[in-house]
């Protein structure tokens, strides 16, 4: 019950302050929220998303080179695509990367300030799979026992592309890449700055617990994550063509299932920038 349809908005014309600030309330009450046949462009999806608050810097995070993009600044390529509207090929490195995005994740969790609002955008629905699924970060916590909560509330892990990729088995990247990838610090246990709530801030990006050994800090992480994707706390997304869903990365992990790469699946994302770190960051030695 962290789902809702949104009706009687078009996301293609400016929203009213109104309907702005009930968006964000139903964003705050349920965290995705689920708006059907907006046949938006990206300068209307971009603009959309800033009623929300400023789009994301989306650099650092991917390894595609900006003369291989396929979509302009402030749009988050989430397709299986190619710069020339085809499937990338089987081996391209770019496709590999964003199989990452078939883990759970919460976005841009590797960013010292990570995101608020995802938007995506279903421009072309592949016809075997690609389902997204949801996972309510907030009743994942309500529902650990009184010593967990204890145990966890005031960790702090690290995030970085290098530990979901690294899962993957990729594990080569240039010294640029490295630079790029370095590790942020982000609290387990948040509180959402609208409501107060608690919730676990898991993402396959998470990799290592400060002052706790590797072994440890992954094992707890993974039952953590295991924990919190139980069928009792996922919305699964069956993906219709224009489909708008939006969700607050501040309460929810997600994950996109496999499909059949051989034909298009044309999803675009804009990204609302968040406000404030989840905790202090040390600067690298
Ligand atoms: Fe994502």
Redesign the pocket.
Known sequence: MFVGEVSGVDVTRPLSREEVAAIEAGMDRYAVLVLRDQKVTDEQQMAFSLHFGALEDARGGNITKPEDKRLQVGMND?SNLGGDGQPLDRDARQRLFNLG?MLW?S?SSFRAIPAKY?VLSARVVNRTGGNTEFADMRAAYEALDADSRAQIEDLVCEHSLMYSRGALGMLDYSEEERAMFRPVRQRLVRTHPATGRKSLYLSSHAGAIVGMPMPEARILLRDLTEHATQPRFVYVHTWRAWDLVMWDNRQMM?RVRRYDESQPRDMR?TTVAGDAPTTAQVEAA
């Open positions: 989430v995005n994740h976005d995802s997600h994302r």
